[in-house]
């Protein structure tokens, strides 16, 4: 695959720091993004976050800060976090940056001049949490906001209004002939549904309720709605100018995005308002929407006043993790493509411990250990006969890739895995330490170079998730971690002296029980 390859995540709100939602959502993409780094040669990834809004605004005023301080502090915090979980972004957007603010006040009077944004008086009920008007009938029973359990304030004011009725017909139609436009599938439904009720919607609130935000550049009395300057986030990246004919180098290489990728709570606003402002813009629309489902923490929602948010400095700091590969494979384990995950202590220290430390790290551990004692860590060229293990390591590059194509980053994790199984039954069932002592020693060395080649696959194909333990295997082996998926049977490890004594080190140590009693 040649093709270039662009990748989105969320931006987040900065009135708070970043949890292991936030964490899941990065890690995946980061995943994702550094598979297809292994098949494509031009990529992009783009994370940021949304500093804008009457949440930001509000936040500030509580802390007695101003809202730019607030947003400092806060991104500064987020991206540590993302520094720490080696998530191996291109860009990062901020959008009370000059360039991001000055599109999308290009955006909309754009948008204003050709007539899609007319001016409109309008009495609605507003939640801040949401930052979004909600119907009557989406309320509880009791008039609150269903996600935040608050209750939404009426606003009435005149704005301006994007006519998103007018794309109706052209979103349902590209939802129903590309069925992988939104994963997963059934997600689509969810999304038709809510098409069928849809209303313009206010693109802008008066600056007397809402001032820390985008002014419209026509009409200082007005602020942009913040959902219409985050969205446009994905192109005034790329340097996206409305009013240019030919736009720049990076966003014709770019746009548009092969994937963007959100949580589930966040889909209407990405499959709906930001498929019709791109078609309002002209733009062609992303290859697809990736909605991902919601950790919890030991099967609870996370929240403040439960104190349940965990933040991934915690997890690693609890299991005196120096590098956050554990969690990465945990938490991009934890869900299947568009499901929910959840997060224990318990069931972390177990997976990474099976998977991790035994599965994979003790594989390779014993095995170079058994080359060190009988043949000197040296491969001979006699050894260097395929077995059917590594047919089945070759096919495992094709069960990822398949994954991947569908964004199944938990499924594709799962073949790595099994992949290791089978490598550790085939290890067993030929006993290389019982052929040594038994003098057949060529056998011997052939079952050991079958499972240093699935280590080399292995450590190529678990990269994007474990990308420090994936190096370090490479390392003992000697074999080359940046290499395209395309070239792994080409690069087979050749005779001759790989490893000596002291340079064996496990991979990964295993998690010790005390550590999660120690936590929060
Ligand atoms: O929605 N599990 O920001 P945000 C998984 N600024 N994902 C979670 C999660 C959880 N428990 N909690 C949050 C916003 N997320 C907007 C986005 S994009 C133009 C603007 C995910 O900080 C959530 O689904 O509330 C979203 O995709 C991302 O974190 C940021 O959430």
Same mark, same amino acid.
């Given at each position: 695959?040649?093709?270039?390859?662009?990748?989105?995540?969320?931006?987040?709100?900065?009135? $708070?720091?970043?949890?292991?939602?936030?964490?899941?959502?990065?890690?995946?993409?980061?995943?994702?993004?550094?598979?297809?780094?292994?098949?494509?040669?031009?990529?992009?990834? =783009?994370?940021?976050?949304?500093?804008?809004?009457? %949440?930001?605004?509000?936040?500030?005023?509580?802390?007695?800060?101003?809202?730019?301080?607030?947003?400092?502090?806060?991104?500064?915090?987020?991206?540590?976090?993302? %520094?720490?979980?080696?998530?191996?972004?291109?860009?990062? *957007?901020?959008?009370?940056?000059?360039?991001?603010?000055?599109? @999308?006040?290009?955006?909309?009077?754009?948008?204003?001049?050709?007539? &899609?944004?007319?001016?409109?008086?309008?009495?609605?009920?507003?939640?801040?949490?949401?930052?979004?008007?909600?119907?009557?009938?989406?309320?509880?029973?009791?008039?609150?906001?269903?996600?935040?359990?608050?209750?939404?304030? /009426?606003?009435?004011?005149?704005?301006?209004?994007?006519?998103?009725?007018?794309?109706?017909?052209?979103?349902? !139609?590209?939802?129903?002939?590309?069925?992988?436009?939104?994963?997963?599938?059934?997600?689509?439904?969810?999304?038709?549904?809510?098409?069928?009720? #849809?209303? &313009?919607?206010?693109?802008?609130?008066?600056?007397?309720?809402?001032?820390?935000?985008?002014?419209?550049?026509?009409?200082?009395?007005?602020?942009?709605?913040?959902?219409?300057?985050?969205?446009?986030?994905?192109?005034?990246?790329?340097?996206?100018?409305?009013?240019?004919?030919?736009?720049?180098?990076?966003?014709?290489?770019?746009?548009?995005?092969?994937?963007?990728?959100?949580?589930?709570? #966040?889909? %209407?606003?990405?499959? *709906?308002?930001?498929?019709?402002?791109?078609?309002?813009?002209? +733009?062609?629309?992303?290859?697809?929407?990736?909605?991902?489902?919601?950790?919890?923490?030991?099967?609870?929602?996370?929240?403040?006043?439960?104190?349940?948010? =965990?933040?991934?400095?915690?997890?690693?700091?609890?299991?005196?993790?120096?590098?956050?590969?554990?969690?990465?494979?945990?938490?991009?384990?934890?869900?299947?493509? $568009?499901?929910?995950?959840?997060?224990?202590?318990?069931?972390?220290?177990?997976?990474?411990?099976?998977?991790?430390?035994?599965?994979?790290?003790?594989?390779?551990?014993?095995?170079?250990?058994?080359?060190?004692?009988?043949? &000197?860590?040296?491969? %001979?060229?006699?050894?260097?006969?395929?077995?059917?293990?590594?047919?089945?390591?070759?096919?495992?590059? !094709?069960?990822? /890739?398949?994954?991947?194509?569908?964004?199944?980053?938990?499924?594709?994790?799962?073949?790595?895995?099994?992949?290791?199984?089978?490598?550790?039954?085939?290890?067993? &069932?030929?006993?290389?330490?019982?052929?040594?002592? !038994? $003098?057949?020693?060529?056998?011997?060395?052939?079952?050991?170079?079958?499972?240093?080649?699935?280590?080399?696959? @292995?450590? /190529?194909?678990?990269?994007?998730?474990?990308?420090?333990?994936?190096?370090?295997?490479?390392?003992? +082996?000697?074999?080359?971690?940046?290499?395209?998926?395309?070239?792994?049977?080409?690069? !087979? *490890?050749?005779?001759?002296?790989?490893?000596?004594?002291?340079?064996?080190?496990?991979?990964?140590?295993?998690?010790?029980?005390?550590?999660?009693?120690?936590?929060?």
């Amino acid at each position: 695959m040649n093709e270039n390859f662009y990748i989105t995540t969320a931006i987040d709100y900065v009135n $708070g720091k970043a949890h292991i939602g936030h964490a899941f959502e990065k890690i995946i993409t980061d995943v994702i993004y550094r598979h297809f780094k292994q098949r494509c040669d031009k990529t992009m990834f =783009l994370t940021g976050t949304d500093e804008h809004g009457i %949440k930001i605004q509000k936040t500030a005023k509580s802390l007695n800060i101003s809202p730019m301080e607030l947003c400092n502090q806060n991104v500064e915090a987020f991206q540590n976090s993302w %520094k720490l979980l080696d998530i191996n972004y291109d860009k990062f *957007i901020r959008t009370t940056s000059h360039e991001h603010k000055e599109i @999308v006040q290009k955006i909309f009077e754009k948008l204003l001049k050709q007539g &899609d944004i007319y001016k409109h008086s309008y009495k609605g009920l507003y939640c801040n949490g949401c930052e979004c008007f909600l119907n009557e009938k989406d309320l509880t029973e009791d008039g609150l906001c269903p996600n935040h359990l608050t209750k939404p304030e /009426v606003v009435e004011e005149e704005n301006y209004f994007f006519k998103l009725t007018k794309y109706k017909d052209a979103i349902i !139609n590209h939802i129903k002939s590309n069925p992988d436009f939104i994963i997963p599938s059934f997600r689509a439904n969810e999304v038709l549904n809510q098409l069928e009720n #849809i209303e &313009d919607i206010s693109v802008s609130r008066s600056i007397n309720n809402v001032s820390w935000g985008i002014p419209v550049l026509s009409d200082d009395s007005q602020i942009i709605y913040v959902w219409i300057d985050a969205l446009s986030n994905y192109i005034t990246a790329l340097g996206y100018d409305p009013d240019k004919e030919e736009q720049n180098e990076t966003f014709t290489t770019f746009w548009p995005a092969s994937c963007q990728v959100i949580g589930k709570d #966040i889909l %209407k606003f990405h499959s *709906i308002y930001w498929i019709a402002l791109l078609m309002a813009l002209d +733009l062609p629309l992303p290859k697809h929407i990736l909605a991902h489902g919601w950790i919890t923490i030991d099967e609870t929602k996370m929240s403040k006043s439960l104190g349940n948010v =965990l933040s991934p400095e915690n997890i690693l700091k609890s299991f005196e993790l120096q590098k956050p590969d554990a969690f990465r494979y945990y938490i991009s384990s934890c869900a299947n493509c $568009g499901k929910d995950g959840n997060y224990s202590d318990i069931d972390f220290k177990e997976k990474v411990n099976a998977d991790l430390a035994n599965n994979m790290g003790n594989l390779l551990n014993r095995s170079l250990n058994i080359l060190v004692k009988y043949f &000197d860590g040296e491969i %001979k060229d006699e050894f260097i006969v395929e077995d059917e293990i590594i047919k089945t390591a070759k096919k495992t590059v !094709n069960k990822v /890739v398949e994954n991947f194509d569908k964004f199944q980053v938990a499924e594709a994790a799962f073949e790595i895995m099994t992949l290791l199984n089978a490598a550790n039954k085939y290890i067993n &069932d030929k006993a290389p330490w019982s052929l040594s002592k !038994n $003098g057949d020693l060529t056998q011997a060395g052939v079952v050991l170079y079958n499972v240093f080649e699935v280590m080399r696959y @292995v450590s /190529v194909l678990i990269y994007p998730y474990c990308p420090n333990i994936a190096s370090n295997i490479a390392k003992q +082996l000697k074999t080359n971690i940046n290499i395209k998926l395309y070239d792994l049977d080409k690069n !087979n *490890i050749k005779a001759g002296k790989i490893i000596t004594k002291d340079e064996i080190t496990p991979v990964f140590l295993r998690l010790d029980s005390e550590f999660a009693q120690n936590k929060k």
